[in-house]
């Protein structure tokens, strides 16, 4: 897990400390919902969707596991043979939506750590 959140100004954590594997599952789900597909770099490269803190390696892991239980999947890139690119599956698109519902309801389950820094960023999928 990675060491997160925002400070006051005494330098202590206002927010979760650690940010677990299924919160970063859930950023990357919505990430590529808002994108219609994604590539690893522009994940990497996402400070709006909270995914820029995540390490290459660990971004690698989730991804690969997010594959094995079909929320996503993975293709060469039609523009260029060495990059994977990545879309949402049936099961990746039903949770992008359910979280998108829970976000415009102002749902209290929201309100869990898993949850932390969840947003819904618009779909151009679907």
């Known amino acids: 897990m990675v060491r997160r959140g925002k400070y006051n100004k005494h330098g202590r954590a206002s ?5 677990s594997e299924a919160n970063y599952k859930l950023k990357i789900i919505m990430h590529i919902y808002a994108n219609g597909e994604s590539y690893k770099n522009k994940m990497k490269h996402d400070s709006e969707g909270g995914l820029s803190s995540i390490e290459g390696t660990d971004l ?7 594959i094995e239980v079909k929320w996503i999947k993975k293709f060469q890139s039609p523009h260029h043979k060495k990059v994977q690119v990545y879309k949402l599956n049936k099961k990746g698109r039903e949770i992008a939506k359910t979280i998108e519902d829970m976000v415009k309801n102002d749902h209290a389950i929201l309100e869990l750590p898993v949850f932390y820094d969840v947003k819904f960023l618009g779909s151009t999928s679907d």
Request: hydrophobic share 35%; charged share 15%; aromatic share 16%.
């Open 15 to 19: 927010g979760p400390t650690y940010l």
């Open 60 to 66: 690698n892991v989730y991804l690969e596991k997010m």
